[in-house]
């Protein structure tokens, strides 16, 4: 198959010549290492269904989630981040019905980015134009080399095509990271930041390009003259883009930071254009937000309660209700890497009946009381995805696999909670 979309970052590279080879995927051209690695690791060995490590029938397996969703007292549907948008729309159908909450896992590191943007508005743009537009792009603490290795070959620095307006070399890279990165190194500038000191760092940016410039040695662990270099590089560019990922948002000042963000890019936008894009490690992270955002108004933590939709009620998004035990009942559908987006949280889980629709091993597995293993989108099922810039795309389906679909899996438990 030709033009197969790679299932395996945000990037959805859709260029990808895909065979098969004695029953296993081959990968034959434009995939990247990780497309190679992965699609290795990530489909071999899936169990079959299971309650409590028991292997049981896909009919049981689905009779013990109804009957636990049934009892639940409050049930939560979390995850989603892994999956496609025709399963983030059934999950919200299921959350409303069950009167529950639902919330994707990118939640955690992507809520302070959709709170600062309700207020402050977002500047956004496609890859498509950082490609043939861009000449000044920033990572901010964050390593597409390593997650996202076609961003930069494809998008950022291909050595073909050329960007429709500008070439390669008149692409400026800068990388701010605390740790020295592959990224940084192929970087025009790397700047080194002490760790918790991007508050400081973005907001002395946003005062020197208006001209106040401190007499400090240093700022967040960066010398001055070199945080002014940069400064005067942004206000000299036609069109640069922030890149930044969950080591931005995902700490104790991750509003603060998006906040100084977004300002600094408003406040650049007064003299050239800028804009800025998450990049997610999940296949359809940016998809379930606007599934979310067109079925109930709010891009994720969606309570139902009341019979009506409710934000981030109380302050709890999904993972808290997981941590604090607040959730006694948890479906957790295709979480995507769910122990990135969770990290050290992940250990914390106190809801005691997980049940678990995935298509990966993950550590949920040993948690979870209920298994049901899924095709994975993109391999054996198919459906929409949005690409990390809000580009949709198709997921096509390649070969045939044994396994239902995780939207299959929820239209039954719809069906069967409502007695159809
Ligand atoms: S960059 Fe991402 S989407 Fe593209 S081939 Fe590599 S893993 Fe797949």
Not at 309 to 332: M, V
Request: hydrophobic share 35%; aromatic share 8%; net charge positive.
């Amino acid at each position: 198959m030709t033009d197969w979309v790679c299932p395996l970052c945000g990037c959805l590279c859709d260029d990808i010549k895909i065979t098969s080879e004695k029953g296993s995927i081959k990968l034959t051209q434009n995939a990247c290492p990780k497309a190679f690695k992965k699609t290795k690791i990530d489909y071999l060995n899936i169990p079959g269904p299971k309650i409590l490590n028991r292997e049981v029938k896909i009919e049981e397996a689905l009779e013990k989630t109804v009957f636990l969703l049934e009892k639940a007292r409050y049930p939560l549907i979390y995850g989603l981040s892994g999956t496609t948008c025709e399963t983030a729309r059934n999950a919200l159908e299921l959350g409303e019905l069950l009167r529950g909450s639902v919330d994707s896992s990118s939640s955690l590191w992507l809520g302070p980015e959709n709170m600062a943007a309700a207020i402050w508005g977002e500047q956004t743009c496609s890859l498509g134009e950082v490609k043939n537009l861009g000449d000044l792009v920033i990572f901010w603490r964050c390593n597409p080399v390593v997650s996202h290795p076609r961003l930069i070959s494809r998008f950022l620095r291909p050595s073909f095509p050329r960007g429709k307006f500008i070439t390669q070399i008149q692409k400026t890279l800068i990388t701010f990271d605390s740790i020295s990165t592959s990224t940084g190194k192929i970087s025009n500038i790397f700047l080194k930041i002490g760790l918790n000191k991007d508050f400081e760092v973005l907001d002395y940016l946003r005062g020197a390009i208006n001209g106040k410039r401190a007499s400090i040695g240093e700022v967040g662990g960066v010398p001055r003259n070199e945080l002014d270099k940069v400064s005067s590089l942004l206000i000299g560019s036609r069109f640069g883009t922030i890149f930044f990922d969950r080591a931005l948002t995902n700490s104790k000042e991750g509003e603060k930071n998006i906040e100084a963000l977004i300002t600094l890019i408003r406040e650049l936008n007064l003299f050239t254009k800028f804009q800025f894009l998450p990049l997610g490690n999940d296949l359809n992270f940016r998809g379930c937000e606007e599934v979310f955002l067109s079925q109930t108004g709010y891009p994720n933590s969606v309570n139902f309660s009341r019979g009506f939709p409710r934000y981030y009620p109380e302050g709890k998004r999904g993972i808290d209700l997981l941590t604090e035990g607040i959730c006694d009942t948890a479906l957790i559908i295709s979480p995507g890497e769910i122990e990135k987006n969770l990290g050290p949280r992940l250990k914390k889980i106190k809801t005691k009946k997980i049940i678990l629709v995935d298509w990966r091993l993950s550590p949920l597995v040993d948690l979870a009381t209920v298994f049901i293993p899924v095709a994975r989108p993109g391999i054996g099922s198919e459906g929409s995805v949005q690409r990390m810039d809000g580009v949709p795309v198709f997921l096509k389906k390649f070969g045939n696999s044994s396994r239902p679909s995780d939207e299959k899996i929820l239209r039954l438990i719809i069906k069967r909670l409502k007695n159809d």
